[in-house]
């Protein structure tokens, strides 16, 4: 069966903190590894990994896969208050678009 | 805003009684995807339109349908609801070329009486 695990399932960090969120997977043609940010309502993209070992970076948030392994990384640095949000991770697999099976994802809590 | 639009924001029904849920997707964009989110569950993958096809399915329950029109706005029907029905829709939706990521409204909130 397809799934996508993620650790922990919260966390509570200070502001300036750096913070590593984990994704693990194991899904059927998988085609890529995407991250997205839910705050109150919709879950944002952040990013879309397909090859291995390549970091992918926006601003203080950068990410990599391992496709050998089958996990993915998040990595948060300098938190911020703004930071605090739960961090999805989904499995894309196979089809011409492809569909997502989510991870129950991380609560991260960024105190002042 | 990710320009997909989901209306109505929040809805309150009955048990046993029958909703519409309707999505704008991106402009340009020919997928439409239907998600469930609960509390237990998280987020599940309901079913997928593409130009006006369904393209796959997943957890969809008998009793919920949905439909691609051809100005690609999609509904989503939930009938004889349940109380178990109660959550977060959401629709997203995504460029017709590969490995394009989706983006999602903001959602509907179902909420069973």
């Known amino acids: 069966e397809d799934k996508v695990v993620q650790s922990p399932l919260s966390l509570v960090v200070h502001e300036g903190d750096t913070v590593t969120l984990n994704c693990s997977y194991e899904?059927?043609?998988?085609?890529?590894l995407l991250w997205y940010k839910q705050e109150k309502k919709a879950p944002t993209f952040l990013f879309m990994l397909t090859s291995s070992g390549i970091e992918k970076k926006s601003g203080r948030l950068s990410s990599i896969l391992d496709k050998k392994e089958l996990f993915s990384i998040l990595n948060i640095t300098a938190t911020q208050t703004g930071d605090s949000a739960i961090y999805l991770c989904a499995g894309n697999y196979g089809g011409s678009q492809g569909n997502l099976i989510f991870g129950k994802g991380t609560k991260l809590s960024v105190k002042p | 805003d990710s320009g997909v639009t989901q209306t109505p924001k929040h809805l309150i029904t009955a048990t046993g009684q029958r909703v519409t849920l309707r999505c704008s997707p991106r402009s340009g964009d020919l997928s439409v995807y239907w998600y469930q989110q609960s509390l237990d569950q998280g987020l599940q993958f309901l079913i997928q339109?593409?130009?006006?096809?369904?393209?796959a399915k997943g957890n969809i329950l008998e009793r919920f349908s949905a439909q691609q029109f051809p100005d690609l706005h999609s509904e989503l029907n939930l009938s004889s609801l349940e109380l178990g029905d109660s959550a977060l829709y959401f629709c997203?939706?995504?460029?017709?070329?590969?490995?394009?990521?989706?983006?999602f409204g903001d959602g509907t909130r179902l909420s069973i009486l």
């Open positions: 339109y593409y130009n006006g096809e369904e393209r």
């Open positions: 899904v059927t043609n998988f085609r890529s």
């Open positions: 997203a939706s995504s460029a017709h070329y590969r490995d394009q990521p989706q983006h």
